[in-house]
C-alpha cells in the first residue's frame, strides 16, 4: 500500500471513530465514585436493602447553623430554611424537625395503648410490683405540670402510656423549638436542617445547582453563625473539582514536557508535529473505545488517562531515533523497526488488558482506555509516517547516550558492580516492612476541613447513620418483630459498652403481636386484681374504676399490624427499612456512631439470624483478593514472557530480558516499604504495567545489534516522558491515583537504570 494510501485510510479511521462518538447521548463523563467499585454477589434482599438505603440517604445533604445562643440557632435556622425552600430547581425536600403533629403519635396508639409498654414497666409488671409505678403517677399527678396527666388518668391510671411515646425516642437527645431541630454544642446550639437534593449528587449540573443554592441562602444568616456540611454532595463535588484540577495540571504539564524533551533532542519542528498526530490519534481512539464499550467515562479514568501522553509518543521517540544521520526513506525506518514496535505494542497493551480482567469498573475502563490509546498511537505511526516523515534529521551529538552506556561498561568491569546485590538485599528488607491496606476509603478521601465538618455534624445528629446495618429475614411479618425484638437487647448492651451510638430498631415502633399479647397480659395486674388498689391509691371513683375494666376488656385484640402502621403518616422513613422478596420478608436496623466495629462483629456472632451488611468490609476484602491475585498474575506473565522471548533470542538473554521488569518491582515494593507506604490493589496493578512498559525497554536493548545510542537516546526520552506522566500522578491529592503513579514513576525509573544492562551484557 503507498504511503498517500495508508495516510487516506488513517483519516478515514478517525472520522470513524469522530462519529462513533457523536452519536454517544447524554452527559459522557460519570462522577459517581461509587460507580467503579467492584460489584458484590449478593442475594435478591441484600441487594435491595442496599439499593433502598443508597435511595434514601444518597441524595440527602445536612447542615448545621451553629450560634452561641439557642435563640441565635432557632432564627439561622428559619432564615435558612425559608431561603432553601424557595430554590426548588435545587431541592425536592428541605425540612428541620418533623413537621409531623406531635398529638399525631397519641391519636395512633393510645387504642392500642394496654398492649403498649416500655422495658422498665414490663419488668415491674413481671416482678408483680405495683408499687414505684403508683409512685411515678402520684408524683406526675401532683407535680406542676399535671394538667394534662389528670385528664389522661381516667384512661390511663398509673400514666404508663406517656412514658412509652417518650421511649420512642431512643437515644435522641435532640430538641424541638419553632419547627428547627436544635442539638446543643459546646459553645451553644446548632440548628440542623436535611435537604434533599433533586437529581443525583453525582451530576455536575445538580452539584452546582445545589451548591450555589446553599451558599446563596448562607449570605442570608447573621453574623456570628457558622456553617458546617454533611452529604455526599459535597464530598461528591469536591471529588469533581479536585479531578478536574489534576486532569487539567497533569496533562498541560506532561503535554509541555513532551514538547520542550521533542524540540531539545530532534531541534526541528517535524517530529513534534508527528508526535502531536501520534497523540491525537491514541487520545481519540481511546475515548470512543471506551465510550462505546462502556456508554459514560469516568473521571478517575481520564486523570490515570492522563499518563498516556507519556506513553503513546514512546513510538514516534523510537523512529525519529532511528532515522538520525540515516539517508533512508520514512518506510524503510518504519519496516526496520516495525516487529520490535510491535512487540512492545503487545506487551505494554497485555497489561493493560490485565485491568480490564479485574472485577473493578474503574481499572476495567482504565486499562480499555489505555490499551486503545496505545493501539490508536501505533496505527498513527504505521499509516501516517511513511508519508509524512519527511527528510531524514541529521545526526545530532549522541555523544550524552554514549557515554551513559559506557558507566556501564565500566560498571560491569569494576568491584561496583556488586552494588546490584546489596541493592537487592535492601530491597527484600523494605519488603519486608510493607503493610497491605485494601481498605477502600482509600479510593476516594475528601478534604481535611470537609471531614472534620462531617465529624462534627454527624456528633450533633447524634450518631447519624453509618454504612453498616444490620438484615434481619424471617418467613412472614410476625416473625421478623420477633426476630427484631430478640436482637433489641444485644444492641442496648453495645451502646452501653460504648461500640455503638446508636441504632433505628423498627419493632421499637412496630412491636409484634406476640409482643403486644404479653404486654397485655402484664397489664391484667393493674385492670383487673390490682384495680381496687390502683382506684383507691389515685382517688378514682368506682364508675371511673368500672370504665377502666371496660376499655381493657374491649382491647383484648386491638392490635397494631404493620399493614396500618405503614400506612400511617408515622412510619416516615421506616417504610424503607421494610422489605419483601416473594415470600421472605427482612428488616434493616440502621446502626449510627460505632465506634468499635469488631467488637460489634463479635457481639453479633452469637445470633446467626443477624447478618451484618458492610458494604465497605466486603469491597475492602474483595480488593485484597485482587491484590493477590494482580501479583500472582504478574509471576504468571513474566514466565510466560521468559518463554515467548527464549524462543527468538534463546535462554540466556531471555532471562536478562524478564529479570529487568522483576527486579524493577522487587526494587520498587522495597522502597516502598522503607517510604512506609502501604501495598494496596493499586500498587499491584501499577507493578502490572512497569512490567509491560518495562519489557518494552529490555526488547528493544536486547534487538540492538550495533552501537545502542540510538536505542540509549529513544529509552531515554520514553523514560523522561513516563517518569514526566506517572511522576504527575503520584502528586495527586487522591490516595488512591497517588499510590498508582508512585509505584509506576519508581518502577520506570528502575526498569530504565536496568535495562540498558543487556547491552553491555549482550556484547560481552
Not at 336 to 357: D, F, G, H, K, Q
Not at 382 to 388: E, Q, V, Y
Not at 482 to 500: C, N
Request: with cysteine.
Amino acid at each position: 500500500m503507498s504511503p498517500f494510501r495508508r495516510l487516506l485510510l488513517w483519516c478515514l479511521l478517525m472520522f470513524g471513530l469522530l462519529f462513533l462518538g457523536a452519536r454517544q447521548q447524554g452527559d459522557p463523563i460519570e462522577n459517581d465514585i461509587l460507580a467503579m467499585l467492584p460489584s458484590m454477589q449478593q442475594d435478591a434482599l441484600t441487594t435491595q436493602a442496599l439499593e433502598r438505603l443508597q435511595h434514601q440517604l444518597g441524595d440527602k445533604s445536612y447542615l448545621a447553623l451553629e450560634s452561641p445562643t439557642r435563640e441565635g440557632a432557632v432564627q439561622a435556622g428559619k432564615t435558612m430554611l425559608a431561603q432553601l425552600t424557595k430554590a426548588s430547581e435545587a431541592f425536592v425536600e428541605v425540612h428541620s424537625a418533623d413537621t409531623l403533629d406531635p398529638q399525631a403519635w397519641y391519636r395512633f396508639y393510645f387504642p392500642h395503648r394496654f398492649g403498649l409498654l416500655t422495658e422498665e414497666q414490663r419488668r415491674l409488671l413481671e416482678a408483680s410490683n405495683l408499687d414505684p409505678l403508683l409512685q411515678a403517677s402520684l408524683s406526675q399527678l401532683y407535680s406542676g405540670f399535671s394538667l394534662g396527666h389528670s385528664a389522661l388518668v381516667e384512661h390511663d391510671p398509673l400514666l404508663l402510656f406517656p412514658a412509652f411515646v417518650q421511649g420512642l425516642a431512643g437515644q435522641q437527645q435532640l430538641q424541638s423549638d419553632q419547627g428547627i431541630l436544635l442539638s446543643p454544642t459546646q459553645g451553644g446550639w446548632a440548628a440542623l436542617l436535611i435537604l434533599k437534593g433533586r437529581g443525583s449528587v453525582f451530576s455536575p449540573a445538580a452539584q452546582q445547582q445545589q451548591l450555589a443554592a446553599i451558599d446563596a441562602a448562607a449570605t442570608a444568616l447573621p453574623q456570628g453563625v457558622t456553617v458546617l456540611r454533611a452529604g455526599a454532595l459535597f464530598h461528591a463535588a469536591e471529588a469533581t473539582a479536585s479531578a478536574k484540577r489534576e486532569i487539567s495540571l497533569i496533562g498541560g504539564l506532561s503535554l509541555a514536557g513532551v514538547v520542550l524533551l521533542v524540540l531539545l533532542a530532534f531541534r526541528s519542528l517535524t517530529p513534534l508535529l508527528l508526535a502531536m498526530l501520534t497523540l491525537l490519534g491514541g487520545l481519540l481512539s481511546a475515548l470512543v473505545c471506551t465510550l462505546v464499550l462502556f456508554g459514560k467515562i469516568y473521571l478517575l479514568t481520564l486523570v490515570f488517562g492522563t499518563s498516556l501522553i507519556g506513553i503513546a509518543i514512546d513510538y514516534s521517540f523510537h523512529f525519529h531515533a532511528e532515522r538520525l544521520g540515516r539517508k533512508e526513506t520514512a518506510g524503510t525506518t518504519l519496516t526496520r523497526i516495525l516487529p520490535a514496535l510491535t512487540l512492545a505494542l503487545a506487551s505494554s497493551a497485555l497489561a493493560y488488558l490485565a485491568l480490564a480482567l479485574t472485577p473493578f469498573p474503574g481499572m476495567q475502563q482504565v486499562g480499555v482506555f489505555c490499551a486503545a490509546g496505545l493501539s490508536g498511537a501505533f496505527i498513527t505511526l504505521w499509516l501516517c509516517f511513511p508519508a509524512l516523515g519527511g527528510r531524514p534529521l541529521p545526526e545530532p551529538k549522541l555523544l550524552l547516550a554514549h557515554q551513559w552506556l559506557q558507566l556501564y561498561h565500566k560498571l560491569l568491569a569494576s568491584r561496583a558492580v556488586w552494588a546490584l546485590p546489596a541493592l537487592m538485599l535492601s530491597a527484600l528488607l523494605g519488603l519486608g516492612l510493607l503493610q497491605a491496606n485494601d481498605d477502600i476509603r482509600q479510593l476516594q478521601q475528601g478534604s481535611e476541613q470537609l471531614t472534620q465538618e462531617e465529624s462534627r455534624v454527624r456528633q450533633l445528629l447524634a450518631g447519624g447513620t453509618d454504612n453498616q446495618f444490620l438484615l434481619l429475614r424471617a418467613g412472614s411479618q410476625q416473625q421478623l418483630l420477633q426476630v427484631l425484638e430478640s436482637v433489641q437487647p444485644t444492641l442496648d448492651a453495645a451502646v452501653k459498652a460504648g461500640e455503638l451510638q446508636s441504632h433505628l430498631n423498627p419493632a421499637r415502633y412496630l412491636p409484634s403481636i406476640a409482643r403486644q399479647q404479653q404486654d397485655y397480659q402484664l397489664q391484667q395486674q393493674i385492670y383487673a386484681g390490682g384495680l381496687e388498689l390502683v382506684a383507691d391509691s389515685l382517688g378514682l371513683t368506682t364508675d371511673v374504676a368500672t370504665a377502666l375494666a371496660g376499655e381493657y376488656a374491649a382491647a383484648k385484640d386491638a392490635w397494631i399490624l404493620p399493614e396500618a402502621f405503614f400506612a400511617s403518616q408515622l412510619s416516615g422513613e421506616l417504610r424503607a427499612l421494610w422489605l419483601q422478596q416473594g415470600q421472605q420478608y427482612a428488616a434493616m436496623v440502621l446502626l449510627g456512631g460505632i465506634r468499635d466495629l469488631p467488637a460489634l462483629k463479635q457481639r453479633l456472632a452469637a445470633l446467626p439470624e443477624v447478618q451484618l451488611v458492610d458494604k465497605v468490609g466486603d469491597i475492602s476484602a474483595l480488593m485484597a483478593h485482587l491484590r493477590q491475585m494482580t501479583l500472582a498474575l504478574l509471576a504468571v506473565a513474566l514466565t510466560l514472557a521468559l518463554l515467548l522471548f527464549s524462543r527468538g533470542h534463546g535462554w540466556r538473554l531471555a532471562l536478562l530480558m524478564v529479570s529487568v521488569p522483576a527486579l524493577a518491582a522487587a526494587l520498587t515494593l522495597g522502597l516502598l516499604g522503607w517510604l512506609g507506604s502501604p501495598l494496596t490493589l493499586f500498587h499491584s496493578l501499577a507493578l502490572l504495567l512497569v512490567f509491560g512498559i518495562g519489557v518494552d525497554y529490555s526488547l528493544f536493548f536486547a534487538r540492538c545489534e550495533q552501537d545502542g545510542e540510538r536505542v540509549m537516546l529513544a529509552v531515554c526520552m520514553s523514560a523522561i516522558s513516563t517518569l514526566l506522566a506517572f511522576g504527575l500522578l503520584a502528586l495527586s491529592q487522591t490516595p488512591a491515583i497517588h499510590y498508582f503513579g508512585l509505584t509506576l514513576a519508581l518502577g520506570i525509573g528502575f526498569t530504565f537504570l536496568l535495562a540498558p544492562l543487556l547491552h553491555v551484557l549482550k556484547r560481552n
